[in-house]
Every structure is written in structure tokens, then in C-alpha cells.
């Protein structure tokens, strides 16, 4: 799912090119994919473009007269760009915008359709969608401590919940929680102030160190290349790997269709922590430190 750093990339890419323009007509491919009917996607035809923000990990794209059309990407949705006179708009997508200086087109990977498109009639209705995360590179120390406390989760719990922190997803927390030396599974009522420290400044390292690195990487062209999965990551996606730091081999824990990556060097003083899966496999072969995965 593309995060904090990857949607503000698409939103700086975005503003450049059509902050100001006019959007001229759309087509929706997909039956569900528009989840809102009043006011009608039509009604945006038409308008100029004066705003683009991030909204937690969605794109709102404001027009004249207070109208929103706000894109959630979800888990595989994407953003491509095609200039004006551009004589091919590439693989079949779910969703065309097209503006006075291109078009914009929103494609999703696999079969399952979980990118949603909302057209809101005021701003009072864009706040209404905002999960209410706080904005952690806008925050100061005292009020993310505050937020991290408020309730006993883990810090990945924590880290990924919407409500609590905005834009911070699977992938940057596995490496912010790395950046901190603390694990996944630490309960946050339970840290003590020198921790609450380390992943404060984690997140403010971490985040814009990789919209940094997105934004060098896109360059002039719009950011394609948008994944979870990146060579560069300390922990995330790199199971079995080593970690940078230690040398010890990435960890994993896995859950549904997500998992969760750590190194036990770094972040649990050497213990394998359980997987849900394979160590009631397992049982009492199950690796319970570093040493035993030899």
C-alpha cells in the first residue's frame, strides 16, 4: 500500500501538473470502484484543479467551488500520468481523469478491487473522511507521546493504525521500528521514556530520509515505480536476508496477507519471536534465538 512517502511524491507530482488545470471528462471501468453518488463524479467536469493534499494515505484533489475528489489506492492501486497528445494511455486501468494537460489514470493489480474513488461537496465532508491520525512530521514530542500511550497496543498496532498516526502503513513501520531498536510486538504503555524518544525520532528520520530518496528517484517524471518492496530497505520484504546493521538474518511474523519484518539482532535482543503459522507447526523446533537458526 502506498504510505506517507509515497503519496506525498504523487501529490507533489501531481500539483505540477495539473494544479490550475481544468478536467475536462472522466470514465470509470469498474462498477464499484466510485463509492459515493451525490454529488456526481459529472459535477467536477469541467472545474479547475486549486488544490491536492494528502489525507492520511489518500490523494484529495480539491476543485473550484469546494469540491473533492478524493482516490484511497489501497493496497495495488496505482497513479500513471499521460501528457496532453499522448497517443496511448498504457494497460487497461479502473478509472481515466481527463484534464486540459493530460490525463491520469488510476490502475489496480491482481483481481481483487479494493481502490476506491469518493467525490465529496465540501471540505466539511473531506474532514469527515480523514481518519484523524496525527501528523507526526507536523508533531511535536510531547503530543506523540500522548498519542502513542493513549491506548495498550503494540507498537506495529500502534505505528499502522490510521486513527492514531497518519500515513505510516506496513512497509515504513517494519523500517522505523528497525531505525529504533525496538520490536514489533513491544507493548506501548510498557516503554519507557528513552524508547518513547528513540521511535519519535525514528518517524522523523526515517519518513524523510524516504521521501528524499522517492522524490530523487522519480526525478522530472512521474513516480511509476511505487511498491512496498525496495532493495534499500533495512528490514522490510528482506526476510532471510541480513540485516545492514548486525549481519543477522531478517525475521518475519505473518498474518493474513500482510507480515510483519524485524531483525532479532537489533530489535529483541537476539529472540525469534513467534510465527502464528509455523510455530504451532513447529512446536519445540520451533527457533526461539539467533543461535538456533544455525
Same mark, same amino acid.
Given at each position: 500500500?502506498?504510505?506517507?512517502?509515497?503519496?506525498?511524491?504523487?501529490?507533489?507530482?501531481?500539483?505540477?501538473? *495539473? &494544479?490550475? !488545470?481544468?478536467? #475536462?471528462?472522466? /470514465?470509470?471501468?469498474? $462498477?464499484?470502484?466510485?463509492? %459515493?453518488?451525490?454529488?456526481? +463524479?459529472?459535477?467536477?467536469?469541467?472545474?479547475?484543479?486549486?488544490?491536492?493534499?494528502?489525507?492520511?494515505?489518500?490523494?484529495?484533489?480539491?476543485?473550484?467551488?469546494?469540491?473533492?475528489?478524493?482516490?484511497?489506492?489501497?493496497?495495488?492501486?496505482?497513479?500513471?500520468?499521460?501528457?496532453?497528445?499522448?497517443?496511448?494511455?498504457?494497460?487497461?486501468?479502473?478509472?481515466?481523469?481527463?484534464?486540459?494537460?493530460?490525463?491520469?489514470?488510476?490502475?489496480?493489480?491482481?483481481?481483487?478491487?479494493?481502490?476506491?474513488?469518493?467525490?465529496?461537496?465540501?471540505?466539511?465532508?473531506?474532514?469527515?473522511?480523514?481518519?484523524?491520525?496525527?501528523? *507526526? &512530521?507536523? !508533531?511535536?514530542? #510531547?503530543?506523540? /507521546?500522548?498519542?502513542? $500511550?493513549?491506548?495498550?497496543? %503494540?507498537?506495529?498496532?500502534? +505505528?499502522?493504525?490510521?486513527?492514531?498516526?497518519?500515513?505510516?502503513?506496513?512497509?515504513?513501520?517494519?523500517?522505523?521500528?528497525?531505525?529504533?531498536?525496538?520490536?514489533?510486538?513491544?507493548?506501548?504503555?510498557?516503554?519507557?521514556?528513552?524508547?518513547?524518544?528513540?521511535?519519535?525520532?525514528?518517524?522523523?528520520?526515517?519518513?524523510?530520509?524516504?521521501?528524499?530518496?522517492?522524490?530523487?528517484?522519480?526525478?522530472?517524471?512521474?513516480?511509476?515505480?511505487?511498491?512496498?518492496?525496495?532493495?534499500?530497505?533495512?528490514?522490510?520484504?528482506?526476510?532471510?536476508?541480513?540485516?545492514?546493521?548486525?549481519?543477522?538474518?531478517?525475521?518475519?511474523?505473518?498474518?493474513?496477507?500482510?507480515?510483519?519484518?524485524?531483525?532479532?539482532?537489533?530489535?529483541?535482543?537476539?529472540?525469534?519471536?513467534?510465527?502464528?503459522?509455523?510455530?504451532?507447526?513447529?512446536?519445540?523446533?520451533?527457533?526461539?534465538?539467533?543461535?538456533?537458526?544455525?
Amino acid at each position: 500500500m502506498p504510505e506517507l512517502p509515497d503519496i506525498t511524491v504523487y501529490v507533489e507530482a501531481l500539483r505540477e501538473r *495539473i &494544479l490550475g !488545470a481544468k478536467l #475536462e471528462s472522466t /470514465r470509470i471501468t469498474h $462498477l464499484f470502484l466510485l463509492r %459515493t453518488f451525490d454529488p456526481p +463524479l459529472t459535477s467536477l467536469h469541467g472545474r479547475r484543479v486549486v488544490d491536492i493534499r494528502r489525507v492520511g494515505k489518500r490523494v484529495a484533489v480539491g476543485f473550484a467551488d469546494d469540491q473533492w475528489l478524493v482516490i484511497h489506492l489501497m493496497i495495488a492501486g496505482r497513479l500513471h500520468w499521460f501528457p496532453g497528445g499522448a497517443s496511448k494511455t498504457g494497460r487497461a486501468a479502473l478509472a481515466y481523469f481527463v484534464f486540459d494537460t493530460g490525463t491520469l489514470t488510476l490502475t489496480e493489480a491482481g483481481t481483487k478491487r479494493r481502490a476506491s474513488l469518493y467525490v465529496f461537496g465540501s471540505s466539511k465532508q473531506l474532514a469527515e473522511h480523514d481518519p484523524g491520525g496525527l501528523e *507526526i &512530521l507536523e !508533531a511535536p514530542y #510531547e503530543a506523540f /507521546r500522548q498519542a502513542l $500511550l493513549a491506548e495498550n497496543h %503494540t507498537l506495529k498496532r500502534s +505505528l499502522t493504525d490510521p486513527q492514531t498516526f497518519s500515513g505510516i502503513g506496513n512497509a515504513y513501520s517494519d523500517e522505523i521500528l528497525h531505525r529504533a531498536r525496538l520490536s514489533p510486538i513491544a507493548l506501548t504503555q510498557k516503554l519507557d521514556e528513552p524508547a518513547v524518544r528513540r521511535l519519535y525520532d525514528a518517524v522523523r528520520e526515517v519518513l524523510p530520509e524516504w521521501i528524499e530518496r522517492l522524490r530523487t528517484d522519480a526525478g522530472t517524471r512521474f513516480p511509476e515505480d511505487v511498491t512496498a518492496f525496495r532493495p534499500e530497505m533495512a528490514v522490510h520484504g528482506r526476510f532471510g536476508k541480513p540485516c545492514p546493521v548486525c549481519g543477522a538474518p531478517v525475521q518475519r511474523i505473518r498474518y493474513a496477507d500482510n507480515e510483519t519484518n524485524y531483525c532479532p539482532g537489533c530489535q529483541t535482543g537476539g529472540r525469534i519471536l513467534a510465527d502464528r503459522s509455523l510455530s504451532r507447526l513447529l512446536k519445540d523446533d520451533w527457533p526461539r534465538t539467533i543461535d538456533e537458526l544455525g
